[in-house]
């Protein structure tokens, strides 16, 4: 049964920083990986999609990495903003069920 | 960008009252689908459906009932809530691409306290 699960949990990094999220999955046989963004009070918005041929994807400031193999995947944030300070989750599409299988996040704080 | 609406976005209501929670999308998508979200947790599937007169349970067991009459409207029904109930509810849509395209759409949620 395909599991999901992000480290850390939450984070608290000043202005300005670079920064890295985990993501890691235990059954390689996925359609994609997904990255979504959840602010307070407020639905989950979808930010980077891998597709399970590709190794990265970019967006602006973010960049998400795949390893199928290994069954990681990264989220990079680069010059991290007060704006940026959500909970970001990560999702893969598995192909034995046809369902996103959801890691429960990590929350991010951006002190100004 | 989807839209996809969700009513009530809280409510607080008694044990053992009937609630029946609504979720609407304007983007003509097939798929639908129900989510409960605990706090710092993952979401679970409760309930999906890829079209009109289509609905399966999803991995997480409930005790909530759906129906899918009208392609943009997917509403979740608790007969009698209780306090396990308690959570938030995401609902979120997607339109078939094949599924190393797919992503899912979704409303705000409804936040739901049982007392």
């Known amino acids: 049964k395909q599991e999901v699960t992000q480290i850390p949990a939450a984070l608290s990094v000043p202005e300005g920083e670079n920064l890295v999220l985990n993501c890691s999955f235990t059954d390689s046989a996925i359609y994609n990986l997904q990255w979504f963004r959840q602010d307070p009070g407020k639905g989950l918005t979808s930010l980077l999609l891998i597709q399970s041929s590709q190794r990265e994807q970019t967006s602006g400031r973010l960049n998400a990495s795949l390893d199928k193999s290994s069954g990681r995947s990264t989220l990079y944030i680069a010059a991290s903003q007060p704006g940026d300070s959500a909970t970001y989750l990560c999702?893969?599409?598995?192909?034995?069920?046809?369902?996103?299988?959801w890691g429960a996040g990590t929350k991010l704080i951006i002190k100004p | 960008e989807a839209d996809i609406y969700q009513t009530p976005r809280y409510l607080v209501i008694g044990t053992g009252k009937k609630i029946t929670l609504e979720c609407s999308q304007t983007?003509?998508?097939?798929?639908m689908y129900w989510y409960q979200q605990d706090p710092g947790m993952e979401l679970h599937l409760i309930h999906y459906?890829?079209?009109?007169?289509?609905?399966e349970k999803g991995d997480l067991s409930s005790e909530s009932t759906v129906s899918r009459i009208r392609t943009e409207h997917f509403p979740l029904t608790l007969e009698s809530a209780r306090p396990s109930h308690t959570s938030q509810y995401l609902c979120?849509?997607?339109?078939?691409?094949?599924?190393?395209?797919?992503?899912?759409?979704f409303g705000p949620g409804t936040r739901l306290l049982v007392l």
């Open positions: 979120a849509s997607s339109d078939y691409r094949g599924g190393d395209q797919e992503t899912q759409y």
């Open positions: 459906s890829y079209g009109v007169n289509s609905t």
């Open positions: 983007m003509g998508h097939d798929k």
């Open positions: 999702a893969v599409f598995d192909d034995s069920n046809y369902q996103l299988i």
